[in-house]
Each structure stands twice: as C-alpha cells, then as structure tokens.
C-alpha cells in the first residue's frame, strides 16, 4: 500500500543508549522530516532532507543524527538519548518543502519514544 | 523566537457551536498559511489553507479568514460534531524560503465538542 510508515510504534529505551527510528515512504517524495511533538511546543522540525544524500537541520536538532541513502526512507537516531528526548516522533514527506501547492506534507502515525 | 503565535490552547464547544481558533504571524513574507488537523494516535493531515490574496476561504463546514494588515488568520468550523474533536495546528511558510525550515506550525489547540 502506497503511504509513509514509521516503525516501531512504541519504544522504551534507557538513557545513554543509542535508537534508530524508521521512516519508510512510497509515494518517491522529494522531501522528507522528521518532528518532535511535545504538550506545549506543538510540533519542531528536527531535521530535514531534500533529496538522497541531502539532509539539514531544523530548528531542533541536538542530539539526533540523520541519513538518507535511498529516496524512500529516512531513519532518525538518538546517538545517546537522554529524558529530555522522551517524545512522540513524526515523520512527513512531500514533493515541496513546504507542502504548497498539491503536494501538503504526509505524516506518519508516529513513534512514541520513553526514554528512562 | 515564535513565528506562529496559536490561540487558545485547549478550547470545549458544545455540538452546533462555532469554535474559533486563531493564529497570529509576525513575518511578512509569509505567503501560505494552511491548518492542519490531528486526530488521537494519528500523524496530522491537511485540513485546509490560504494565500494572503484573499480574505476568506471556504471548504465544507471549514472557514479560513485571514487580515493582512493584521497579520492574523483563524479557523472556524460550523455546526461542529463531536467528529470534529481533534488537535488542529495553524502554520505559515514562504516561497523564497526554500527548504522545509520554511513551514512553520503553531502549538496545536486541543479542541473538544461536546455532544
């Protein structure tokens, strides 16, 4: 089925320890996101990538790696999580950078991430 | 530095009411500003969006108004339905902006209708 998934959907993990979060997409969109949604704050963009092999930061960054190998999918990885970083993650893809247009962003359902 | 103000947070409506939520920007670049809508458990999704070109926009019981000079625009929703219950989030981006850092959302108002 055409769509984007993000796997696991739940994750629990001890500080310190190094988690990779999935984003796999169908649809050969040319950009790809990845968001933090935290009560409060809404949602921040993490990182971002344009195309493969092209990624750049968001607004928060710190503490997270990216990659993008293959147009398709977009893993996220907590190099040494810490508490601050317990959080639901979504991931979206669209042709544009922005959504304009006929091509909005398409989130993922998310990862709940508990880091203890 | 918030470039998308939302208000109000949290917000209870009784069914047939009119909740109205409201997004303030400060950069006047901005020139598209869509709402998206998010249910429990699930990634947000397009509701509806506006170009500064025009003062109203209109899709189902969904009503973007926007004031240009005011730099504000805001969501109504008619004869709300306890369906409608979900978190909705404003954003605003600009063309010359390029990159993805060129969306920016809102904090999210939880909305509840009650029926």
């Known amino acids: 089925d055409a769509g984007i998934t993000q796997s696991p959907r739940y994750k629990i993990t001890e500080t310190g320890r190094q988690v990779t979060l999935m984003c796999h997409q169908t649809?050969?969109?040319?950009?790809m996101f990845w968001y933090r949604q935290d009560l409060g704050h809404g949602l921040r963009l993490i990182y971002y990538?344009?195309?493969?092999?092209?990624?750049d930061k968001g607004e928060v960054p710190d503490g997270y790696v990216v990659s993008r190998s293959k147009t398709e999918n977009f893993p996220l990885t907590l190099e040494s999580a810490t508490r601050s970083q317990t959080s639901v993650y979504f991931c979206?893809?669209?042709?544009?950078?922005?959504?304009?247009?006929?091509?909005?962003?398409?989130f993922g359902n998310g990862t709940r991430l508990t880091v203890t | 530095q918030q470039q998308v103000k939302q208000s109000p947070q949290s917000l209870i409506v009784q069914k047939g009411g009119i909740p109205i939520i409201n997004c303030a920007y400060e950069?006047?670049?901005?020139?598209?500003f869509p709402w998206y809508q998010q249910f429990p458990g699930k990634g947000p999704a397009l509701l509806i969006a506006i170009r500064p070109d025009v003062s109203e926009k209109k899709e189902g019981r969904f009503t973007i108004s926007f004031n240009k000079s005011a730099k504000q625009f805001s969501l109504h929703i008619m004869d709300s339905q306890p369906g409608d219950s979900a978190t909705y989030f404003c954003a605003a981006s600009w063309r010359s902006g390029g990159g993805a850092d060129g969306l920016t959302f809102g904090k999210g108002t939880h909305l509840i209708i009650q029926p």
């Open positions: 649809w050969s969109h040319s950009y």
């Open positions: 990538s344009a195309a493969a092999d092209i990624t």
């Open positions: 950069n006047t670049a901005f020139d598209y």
């Open positions: 979206a893809s669209s042709f544009t950078g922005t959504g304009e247009g006929n091509s909005p962003l398409h």
